[in-house]
């Protein structure tokens, strides 16, 4: 809440005649301390909203905690070298003696007043020149004038409810404001923070009297627009066509003084069009100066409604809102309580709706607030002031105050504090229409407010004429009016003897109502009607979602599963998954009873899929509801690796001493979904498979991984994926174990292997082979010699001899040679020759199959010499991986050292055989 308060220094020194303070004994003694106020506290947000009486103390705490000033213990702020001085009412030439004073005495001239008040106000009056205008006859008395500042802000959010209440005698509100006038011709001078005249809420009614701030700016606080808002706006306005006239004495930073707010009534009191009311939405702690002003203005004829102020305390002890002559207002709540914190106490002539007031705002042509304080219970005063004065004219203050005081409802206020009248305004001057009959209002209640489908509602109608009306009949129409209703849902329920008639129904649809009641009249009772506003809600729905198994292979079928809560909520529901940021929709299936079930593939890859549930009623009477996400774990889905036995097993490089070119090498490999029993009738995509196929060296080398391209052959559980794999660059001879797998998040499979030689004859004894398929299979190899005879022809056998672990070695394969005949004319030469050989996986010497993995061989040659006999060994020695074992023979000389791989001996595998 915010509170504007101008803090006011007088001068010690001042005097006042006791002949004067006593025409003010009605409302109360003065007190030497002085404060004007604006009298507001603003909600200016709609959040931490408070009840009000929460708020009205919230609002008292913070004015003690940020140096209010109180009746009791007043500390007032002084305005250097600034006062304000009256003269005697026998002065005549107001302006001459002011102006001759201030030549004579220093000072400048901040305003004269003549017509309201007497005297002037100055700036800079030197020290010594207060004493001698203290002395001087034709001055009564000299203030000295004060600051404004402004508090801190409390939000409330009420819509308002002073113009119901002002129009009924007593409660419930019936959300009608009735009214006979609009104040048409009547002005209302707002003595504020300004005006904002453009705003919708004034149609042009709105206009500048006089800017005493002068920074040519309208209202930027907002308290003189909710102020003339309540007084004459169109929607929020007690007097709809009243004629607004903006004085603004407070500027954009709250700031004023009371020798502006005198320039202000003095301007009145002199410019004034009648008839006319004149609004003070402000005072303070008691002044002498500003209760003069009002009461020399309302001797012009003007009525003043004043605010009784902000503190919970005496007003007596505030001005203007102690003068007699005015009409001082304090604040209720719509509960017809005193607002905590609204002055009280016999200076209070009446109060008025001043707590959670909506009207409009500074902000824009269009901005409203909600805001609490006396500052809003007196417009609602000047606002009946100007009704009445539309059709009484020529009603003196005096009149217009009887008026009001008549019209007043008695003794409906509780909390409104000793000495404060139990008087409440009452817009309406006269109670009865011409035919005699007693107006009625009719109040609906609906409980519960709002409602769900198929809850009981019970509505509640109360008809009150000046008491409660306990004849005639009430019927409830659900749409439509009552002279034109489209659907009812009961009709002519007699009242009760405490005026009340009642019906529950269950069958309203959800929606929203206006439900009208509908009194009949009867026995001098007007005819009535009141509604209430009344949603029914859907029911509200809760989705849960449940995935079975929660663990499932890609391609595999999972069962999602949703139930909706409510009483037999009827729709469907969407599966969806998310898919990175968004929902796509799945499966959708209608609820059977609170279920909805649905089978779904599993098309995500491998790790977790994340799916909901979306409730989508078909009607309006259930709301729609989503599950919390469940999770699906995604395994790879089992396939089968073929691999083809017509893939080679040994090449021959492409060129002696060269490489294997690229491309060279193709080896076709297949890939197959592993399910033996399909389950639904598209089973997954096996093209996105994907497969690794390396070649890892036996011996020295760097791996090779070979390009593969992929065809999908074949449709359903019997497509396979066939790849081609080739070398993409050149091979070097060796002897390889080549791995396949397969790769990607979809599919996995259990990985092959089998084993291919790369060997080049002419760099010597390389070996060939391949894998020991099944028993007794052989296996290739290919060599290259060079001898030289010393001029013998060479004949005989080349033996491959295996060599154990323990030592002892096996004879594998003995290989006749042919008659090599060497070139002549050289007693020393070269001859070369090629051969081929195999050897089985049947180990003779120890009857048993050769041993998977690498092994030790020997190679040597046996010449038989010219006569066909055995007469030399002649034994070759690998180096590198190869691991030849054994020793030269005595034939050395007689021998090339040859190089060469591996004889890699894996274990017997099915190479793509069932």
Same mark, same amino acid.
């Given at each position: 809440?915010?509170?504007?308060?101008?803090?006011?220094?007088?001068?010690?020194?001042?005097?006042?005649?006791?002949?004067?303070?006593?025409?003010?004994?009605?409302?109360?003694?003065?007190?030497?301390?002085?404060?004007?106020?604006?009298?507001?506290?603003?909600?200016?947000?709609?959040?931490?909203?408070?009840?009000?009486?929460?708020?009205?103390?919230?609002?008292?705490?913070?004015?003690?905690?940020?140096?209010?000033?109180?009746?009791?213990?007043?500390?007032?702020?002084?305005?250097?070298?600034?006062?304000?001085?009256?003269?005697?009412?026998?002065?005549?030439?107001?302006?001459?003696?002011?102006?001759?004073?201030?030549?004579?005495?220093?000072?400048?001239?901040?305003?004269?007043?003549?017509?309201?008040?007497?005297?002037?106000?100055?700036?800079?009056?030197?020290?010594?020149?207060?004493?001698?205008?203290?002395?001087?006859?034709?001055?009564?008395?000299?203030?000295?004038?004060?600051?404004?500042?402004?508090? /801190?802000?409390?939000?409330?959010?009420?819509?308002?409810?002073?113009?119901?209440?002002?129009?009924?005698?007593?409660?419930?509100?019936?959300?009608?404001?009735?009214?006979?006038? #609009?104040?048409?011709?009547?002005?209302?001078?707002?003595?504020?923070?300004?005006?904002?005249?453009?705003?919708?809420?004034?149609?042009?009614?709105?206009?500048?009297?006089?800017?005493?701030?002068?920074?040519?700016?309208?209202?930027?606080?907002?308290?003189?627009?909710?102020?003339?808002?309540?007084?004459?706006?169109?929607?929020?306005?007690?007097?709809?066509?009243?004629?607004?006239?903006?004085?603004?004495?407070?500027?954009?930073?709250?700031?004023?003084?009371?020798?502006?707010?005198?320039?202000?009534? &003095?301007?009145?009191?002199?410019?004034?069009?009648?008839?006319?009311?004149?609004?003070?939405?402000?005072?303070?702690?008691?002044?002498?100066?500003?209760?003069?002003?009002?009461?020399?203005?309302?001797?012009?004829?003007?009525?003043?409604?004043?605010?009784?102020?902000?503190?919970?305390?005496?007003?007596?002890?505030?001005?203007?809102?102690?003068?007699?002559?005015?009409? $001082?207002?304090?604040?209720?709540?719509?509960?017809?309580?005193?607002?905590?914190?609204?002055?009280?106490?016999?200076?209070?002539?009446?109060?008025?709706?001043?707590?959670?007031?909506?009207?409009?705002?500074?902000? +824009?042509?269009?901005?409203?607030?909600?805001?609490?304080?006396?500052?809003?219970?007196?417009?609602?005063?000047?606002?009946?002031?100007?009704?009445?004065?539309?059709?009484?004219?020529?009603?003196?203050?005096?009149?217009?105050?009887?008026?009001?005081?008549?019209?007043?409802?008695?003794?409906?206020?509780?909390?409104?504090?000793?000495? +404060?009248?139990?008087?409440?305004?009452?817009?309406?001057? &006269?109670?009865?229409?011409?035919?005699?009959?007693?107006?009625?209002?009719?109040?609906?209640?609906?409980?519960?407010?709002?409602?769900?489908?198929?809850?009981?509602?019970?509505?509640?109608?109360?008809?009150?004429?000046?008491?409660?009306?306990?004849?005639?009949?009430?019927?409830?129409?659900?749409?439509?009016?009552?002279?034109?209703?489209?659907?009812?849902?009961?009709?002519?329920?007699?009242?009760?003897?405490?005026?009340?008639?009642?019906?529950?129904?269950?069958?309203?649809?959800?929606?929203?109502?206006?439900?009208?009641?509908?009194?009949?009249?009867?026995?001098?009772?007007?005819?009535?009607?009141? /509604?209430?506003?009344?949603?029914?809600?859907?029911?509200?729905?809760?989705?849960?979602?449940?995935?079975?198994?929660?663990?499932?292979?890609?391609?595999?079928?999972?069962?999602?599963?949703?139930?909706?809560?409510?009483?037999?909520? $009827?729709? +469907?529901?969407?599966?969806?998954?998310?898919?990175?940021?968004?929902?796509?929709?799945?499966?959708?299936?209608?609820?059977?009873?609170?279920?909805?079930?649905?089978?779904?593939?599993?098309?995500?890859?491998?790790?977790?899929? $994340?799916?909901?549930?979306?409730?989508?009623?078909?009607?309006?009477?259930?709301?729609?509801? #989503?599950?919390?996400?469940?999770?699906?774990?995604?395994?790879?889905?089992?396939?089968?690796?073929?691999?083809?036995?017509?893939?080679?097993?040994?090449?021959?490089?492409?060129?002696?001493?060269?490489?294997?070119?690229?491309?060279?090498?193709?080896?076709?490999?297949?890939?197959?979904?592993?399910?033996?029993?399909?389950?639904?009738?598209?089973?997954?995509?096996?093209?996105?498979?994907?497969?690794?196929?390396?070649?890892?060296?036996?011996?020295?080398?760097?791996?090779?991984?070979?390009?593969?391209?992929?065809?999908?052959?074949?449709?359903?559980?019997?497509?396979?994926? #066939?790849?081609?794999?080739?070398?993409?660059?050149?091979?070097?001879?060796?002897?390889?174990?080549?791995?396949?797998?397969?790769?990607?998040?979809?599919?996995?499979?259990?990985?092959?292997?089998?084993?291919? #030689?790369?060997?080049?004859?002419?760099?010597?004894?390389?070996?060939?082979?391949?894998?020991?398929?099944?028993?007794?299979?052989?296996?290739?190899?290919?060599?290259?010699?060079?001898?030289?005879?010393?001029?013998?022809?060479?004949?005989?056998?080349?033996?491959?001899?295996?060599?154990?672990?323990?030592?002892?070695?096996?004879?594998?394969?003995?290989?006749?040679?042919?008659?090599?005949?060497?070139?002549?004319?050289?007693?020393?030469?070269?001859?070369?020759?090629?051969?081929?050989?195999?050897?089985?996986?049947?180990?003779?010497?120890?009857?048993?199959?050769?041993?998977?993995?690498?092994?030790?061989?020997?190679?040597?040659?046996?010449?038989?010499?010219?006569?066909?006999?055995?007469?030399?060994?002649?034994?070759?020695?690998?180096?590198?991986?190869?691991?030849?074992?054994?020793?030269?023979?005595?034939?050395?000389?007689?021998?090339?050292?040859?190089?060469?791989?591996?004889?890699?001996?894996?274990?017997?595998?099915?190479?793509?055989?069932?």
């Amino acid at each position: 809440m915010q509170e504007f308060s101008v803090r006011i220094l007088t001068n010690n020194k001042k005097r006042i005649s006791m002949e004067k303070h006593k025409s003010y004994q009605r409302k109360g003694g003065r007190v030497y301390s002085y404060s004007i106020i604006i009298l507001l506290m603003i909600a200016t947000g709609c959040d931490n909203v408070t009840s009000p009486d929460t708020s009205i103390n919230n609002q008292q705490s913070a004015i003690q905690s940020s140096g209010q000033i109180n009746a009791q213990d007043a500390s007032p702020v002084k305005i250097p070298g600034q006062y304000i001085v009256v003269f005697r009412d026998h002065v005549q030439d107001v302006p001459g003696v002011a102006r001759g004073l201030l030549q004579a005495h220093g000072g400048d001239e901040l305003h004269i007043y003549q017509y309201a008040l007497k005297g002037f106000a100055v700036a800079n009056l030197p020290e010594p020149a207060l004493v001698a205008l203290e002395r001087n006859p034709f001055i009564a008395y000299v203030e000295q004038d004060g600051i404004a500042s402004i508090g /801190s802000n409390t939000v409330q959010e009420n819509a308002t409810w002073g113009l119901d209440r002002i129009d009924q005698r007593q409660l419930p509100l019936n959300e009608l404001y009735h009214y006979t006038a #609009t104040g048409a011709g009547v002005n209302v001078y707002v003595i504020d923070s300004g005006i904002r005249t453009t705003h919708e809420e004034f149609g042009g009614r709105a206009s500048l009297g006089y800017d005493f701030v002068d920074d040519g700016k309208d209202d930027c606080i907002g308290h003189g627009t909710h102020v003339a808002g309540t007084i004459g706006g169109e929607t929020w306005g007690v007097a709809k066509d009243v004629s607004l006239i903006d004085l603004r004495v407070f500027g954009c930073s709250g700031d004023g003084s009371w020798s502006t707010v005198n320039a202000a009534v &003095d301007w009145i009191t002199a410019n004034h069009e009648s008839p006319a009311v004149v609004n003070m939405s402000l005072g303070g702690l008691f002044y002498q100066s500003i209760n003069d002003a009002v009461a020399g203005s309302i001797d012009a004829g003007l009525t003043y409604v004043t605010a009784a102020g902000n503190d919970g305390s005496n007003a007596c002890n505030y001005s203007p809102a102690s003068l007699p002559e005015s009409i $001082t207002v304090g604040s209720t709540t719509d509960t017809d309580a005193r607002s905590g914190f609204s002055n009280k106490g016999s200076c209070v002539d009446i109060f008025a709706p001043g707590t959670g007031i909506t009207s409009a705002w500074h902000t +824009s042509n269009s901005a409203t607030n909600t805001v609490n304080g006396t500052s809003m219970a007196t417009p609602h005063v000047a606002g009946a002031v100007a009704l009445y004065l539309e059709n009484n004219t020529n009603d003196s203050p005096a009149d217009v105050w009887n008026a009001i005081k008549a019209a007043a409802t008695v003794d409906e206020l509780t909390g409104i504090g000793e000495g +404060s009248p139990n008087l409440l305004l009452y817009s309406l001057f &006269d109670d009865l229409p011409a035919n005699g009959d007693v107006p009625t209002t009719v109040t609906i209640d609906a409980d519960p407010s709002p409602a769900a489908f198929g809850q009981e509602v019970t509505f509640t109608a109360e008809v009150r004429g000046n008491s409660a009306v306990t004849t005639g009949t009430v019927s409830f129409i659900s749409v439509g009016t009552c002279e034109s209703p489209n659907a009812t849902l009961a009709l002519e329920v007699a009242l009760d003897s405490n005026g009340e008639a009642f019906h529950t129904s269950s069958t309203l649809s959800a929606g929203d109502y206006t439900i009208t009641a509908c009194y009949s009249g009867a026995d001098g009772f007007e005819a009535a009607d009141g /509604s209430v506003e009344l949603t029914v809600n859907p029911v509200a729905t809760m989705t849960t979602l449940t995935i079975d198994p929660d663990q499932r292979q890609y391609s595999d079928i999972v069962t999602l599963t949703a139930k909706v809560s409510g009483e037999n909520p $009827t729709g +469907s529901v969407t599966f969806e998954l998310l898919d990175g940021s968004n929902w796509t929709e799945v499966a959708n299936a209608s609820l059977s009873s609170d279920m909805a079930s649905k089978e779904v593939q599993v098309t995500s890859a491998v790790g977790t899929a $994340t799916f909901r549930a979306v409730f989508s009623s078909t009607n309006d009477n259930f709301s729609g509801s #989503t599950s919390e996400s469940e999770v699906l774990t995604i395994e790879h889905e089992d396939a089968t690796i073929t691999y083809h036995e017509d893939n080679p097993a040994a090449l021959q490089v492409s060129s002696a001493g060269g490489d294997l070119d690229a491309g060279e090498l193709e080896l076709l490999v297949e890939v197959q979904e592993n399910e033996t029993t399909p389950t639904m009738a598209a089973p997954g995509d096996i093209g996105l498979a994907g497969l690794s196929v390396q070649l890892v060296p036996v011996g020295p080398g760097g791996t090779v991984d070979l390009t593969c391209t992929s065809t999908v052959n074949g449709t359903g559980y019997s497509a396979f994926n #066939t790849f081609t794999c080739t070398n993409s660059g050149p091979m070097e001879v060796n002897s390889y174990e080549v791995q396949v797998s397969v790769t990607g998040d979809y599919y996995m499979a259990q990985p092959y292997t089998d084993v291919f #030689t790369l060997y080049d004859p002419s760099q010597g004894f390389t070996t060939g082979g391949g894998t020991f398929e099944l028993e007794g299979d052989r296996v290739n190899f290919g060599f290259v010699m060079r001898y030289n005879p010393a001029g013998r022809n060479l004949q005989g056998n080349l033996l491959l001899v295996r060599h154990h672990s323990n030592g002892t070695t096996s004879r594998l394969k003995s290989n006749a040679l042919g008659v090599l005949t060497l070139g002549s004319g050289s007693g020393f030469g070269w001859a070369s020759f090629d051969g081929r050989s195999t050897y089985t996986s049947w180990d003779s010497s120890s009857d048993n199959y050769v041993t998977a993995g690498n092994q030790a061989f020997t190679v040597y040659l046996e010449d038989y010499g010219d006569s066909g006999i055995s007469t030399d060994r002649i034994w070759v020695k690998g180096s590198g991986a190869f691991n030849m074992a054994g020793t030269l023979g005595t034939a050395s000389n007689n021998t090339e050292v040859l190089t060469g791989g591996t004889i890699s001996v894996p274990q017997p595998v099915a190479r793509g055989r069932q």
